[in-house]
């Protein structure tokens, strides 16, 4: 498995852009802090059934921040990107890209087949919106915190394996992501709440919400709450995953989304 940096091209919205395999399209979206290859272990179950399209979020890799500062932000530059893509596609996002996933579907209904939302949040609870609107607050431009308590959230005490691996990547770019980018970007998480029930009502395309039974802050209440509401949703979750199921648990979750997008077995 390769967590080196990849070549990236640029696409529209001054994003880092990587695209792979064959098929029909299936946009990526990491999380804060991270970047694209974290998608890695995924891709490499994806690529012979679908065109992927993997890109930066502004800040983090090589896509530079800009004037990036809200969510509306994060958005605009993506739907940039996304809407150049020929055809329709589906959208899958982890953690906040969930939350722009869910977004760009409810922005491009007309192009956007299939969503799915990993690891997302909906309607946190109110000690669990203080505690990350308080992180959010204690952020600096300037120096990144150790992520130590960040990795035991996503990844547990005792990683093995592959999770080992996992987990390591994830330090490597935890510790050198732009601290003002990672600012930013946890910001606009933290004020944001998920998606509404009209968004969600108004979703008729196939809908996944996927979450590990460890993952304390995305939980499967969330996601079942969230595929309750969408007509065409279904929920899954991971027993034996916390926070970091693209890595983790690479060829379940893709099976799901090659079974739930292309009717696969």
């Known amino acids: 498995m390769t967590w080196t940096t990849q070549l990236a091209s640029k696409a529209p919205g001054n994003l880092a852009s990587y695209r792979s395999g064959s098929g029909p399209n299936l946009v990526l979206l990491h999380g804060v802090g991270l970047r694209s290859e974290a998608w890695a272990p995924m891709i490499a179950f994806l690529k012979d059934h679908f065109t992927i399209h993997v890109f930066d979020m502004p800040g983090h890799g090589q896509s530079p921040l800009g004037k990036t ?9 993506l ?24 977004e760009l579907a409810k922005r491009r209904p007309e192009a956007v087949r299939g969503m799915a939302a990993l690891n997302a949040i909906f309607r946190r609870s109110p000690d669990a919106k203080a505690a990350v609107q308080t992180r959010a607050a204690s952020l600096t431009k300037d120096t990144i915190a150790h992520p130590d308590v960040t990795l035991e959230r996503w990844f547990g005490n ?5 999770n080992e691996l996992a987990r390591d990547a994830c330090f490597d770019w935890l510790t050198s992501v732009d601290p003002l980018g990672y600012k930013r970007a946890y910001t606009a998480f933290a004020q944001n709440d998920g998606p509404s029930d009209i968004q969600l009502k108004s979703m008729h395309i196939p809908s996944l919400f996927i ?5 304390p802050n995305s939980t499967p209440a969330m996601a079942h709450a969230m595929a309750a509401r969408a007509p065409k949703g279904t929920a899954k ?8 199921l693209p890595m983790t ?15 696969g077995p």
Request: glycine content about 10%; hydrophobic content about 45%; aromatic content about 6%.
């Open 211 to 215: 979450t590990g039974a460890g993952d």
């Open 237 to 244: 979750i991971f027993d034996d995953a916390a926070h970091m």
């Open 249 to 263: 648990h690479p060829q379940i979750t893709a099976e799901l989304l090659i079974k739930t997008f292309l009717g």
């Open 79 to 102: 739907d940039d990107a996304v809407s150049q893509i020929d055809e329709g596609v589906t959208i899958a996002g982890h953690s906040m890209g969930a939350m722009l996933a869910l």
């Open 158 to 162: 005792a990683p093995v394996g592959r």
């Open 69 to 77: 500062a809200t969510f509306k932000n994060y958005v605009d530059r």
